[in-house]
Structure formats: structure tokens, C-alpha cells
């Protein structure tokens, strides 16, 4: 159990700029999450993964955001023309759930993306 | 819309004392609640994991309960530490979907 691992740590980015961050998840966990954190908040879901399919997307998450898991392992997150308000650290978590149960394992979380647009 | 609040937002307590993190939502349908510890500028660290159907979970010094009904969870630190400080988060998994909703969290300094 390596963990969940997220790529890059930090992003200075300037404004109307595309950027791409990658999750890898905890191998045998077939969910994976993206939540996006602000200073002095909790973690504001952005969007869920089982196996390949995005079946859960926030209205936080705009037409300028676009996530995948082509193979169901990792994930990337795209932010297309950043504005100043994307600032924030975004954050992947992985989980093992079973079909159709209501069981979830514990979440485990990456150590996050910071962007910071300027 | 499920909502979760923490109280108090920040604590701070001398060395081997016990405290308890409390932890409200709002909508007790329910899956499971998890505890989180986060350290500043990292991502956060799974503490404990309650099913709906448990009252409570403990690990070491940590005991979490739930109490679905009342919409209430309380995270208790038995003999805190310096290492203990950090900000610790709640969150819900509603019963439909898989969205976890947090709480903003409780800073917590225990000092030496």
C-alpha cells in the first residue's frame, strides 16, 4: 500500500492558463474522489469515479472543469482558462466499495495538489 | 442539502488532558461517518470510520461515537499530546451516492 499519490504538489499558474493534475489512487481501490479545499474550510466534493465511469459530478464543477479515469487506475483533473477564484488546494481520495452494497471502506486521501493563480 | 458543523472551531489544551471534538448534521439519512486529522499544508489522514448501524469505533486514545438520530458524532483524545495538534474534520456519507459532505473542522494546539 504505497498510498494515494498526487502529481504536481505545486501549481503557479497565470490567469486564462490550462492546467492538469493526476491522482493515482490506492491500486486495488475502485473509487476515487476529487474534492477541492479552500483555507479554513473542509474539503467541497467535485467529483467521483468507480472504476471508469464518472458517475457523481458537483455543480461546483463548472464546464471549465473536466476530470477522467480512462482505465479505471489514475485520474487527471483539467481546469481550462484558470481564473483567480480556482485557487485552492485540490485534493484525490480512493476508496474500496462493493456494487450495489452500501459498504465503503475509509476514505484515504492524496497530500493534494496546491494551484495558486496569479 | 445535508450540512455538517464543528464546534468548537479551534481549541487549545495543556498536555494530557481529554477533550472531546463535536461533530452535527443535519440530515441523519446516513451511510457512515469518518474522522480525519490534517496537518497544515498536507492532505488528511483517516482516523476512524463509523458504519450507520455502529455507535462507536476506537482506536488507541481515539474513541468516536454516533448518534444518527440526533444528528451528533463526538470525537474523544484521551491523554492528548503535542503530535495530537492539528485540525480535525468530520464527514458524512449521505445515503444516496457517494458524496462525502465535511465540516470545517476543529483546530487543535495541545501545548507541552
Known amino acids: 500500500d504505497t498510498g494515494v499519490s498526487q502529481d504536481p504538489r505545486h501549481k503557479i499558474t497565470k490567469r486564462g492558463q490550462n492546467v492538469t493534475f493526476r491522482c493515482d489512487p490506492i491500486?486495488?481501490?475502485?473509487?476515487l474522489y476529487w474534492y477541492r479545499q479552500t483555507l479554513g474550510q473542509g474539503p467541497e466534493f467535485l467529483t467521483y469515479?468507480?472504476?471508469?465511469?464518472?458517475?457523481?459530478k458537483s455543480r461546483l464543477l463548472s464546464d471549465r472543469f473536466s476530470a477522467e479515469r480512462p482505465k479505471g487506475s489514475f485520474s487527471t483533473l483539467e481546469i481550462q482558462r484558470t481564473e483567480q477564484g480556482d485557487s485552492a488546494m485540490y485534493l484525490c481520495?480512493?476508496?474500496?466499495?462493493?456494487?450495489?452494497?452500501?459498504?465503503?471502506?475509509?476514505?484515504?486521501f492524496g497530500n493534494g495538489t496546491r494551484l495558486t493563480v496569479t | 442539502k445535508q450540512e455538517v458543523t464543528q464546534i468548537p472551531a479551534a481549541l487549545s489544551v495543556p498536555e494530557g488532558e481529554n477533550l472531546v471534538l463535536n461533530c452535527s448534521f443535519t440530515?441523519?439519512?446516513?451511510?457512515?461517518l469518518q474522522w480525519f486529522r490534517q496537518d497544515p499544508g498536507k492532505g488528511l489522514t483517516s482516523l476512524l470510520l463509523?458504519?450507520?448501524?455502529?455507535r462507536e469505533q476506537t482506536s488507541g486514545r481515539l474513541n468516536a461515537s454516533l448518534d444518527k438520530s440526533s444528528g451528533r458524532s463526538t470525537l474523544y483524545i484521551a491523554a492528548s499530546q503535542p503530535g495530537d495538534s492539528a485540525t480535525y474534520l468530520c464527514?458524512?456519507?449521505?445515503?444516496?451516492?457517494?458524496?462525502?459532505?465535511f465540516g470545517p473542522g476543529t483546530r487543535l494546539s495541545v501545548l507541552p
Open positions: 469515479f468507480q472504476n471508469e465511469a464518472q458517475l457523481e
Open positions: 491500486s486495488e481501490h475502485n473509487r
Open positions: 463509523i458504519q450507520s448501524s455502529q
Open positions: 481520495a480512493s476508496s474500496l466499495g462493493q456494487i450495489g452494497s452500501s459498504y465503503n471502506s475509509p476514505l484515504h
Open positions: 440530515d441523519s439519512a446516513i451511510y457512515n
Open positions: 464527514a458524512v456519507r449521505k445515503n444516496y451516492g457517494q458524496n462525502f459532505v
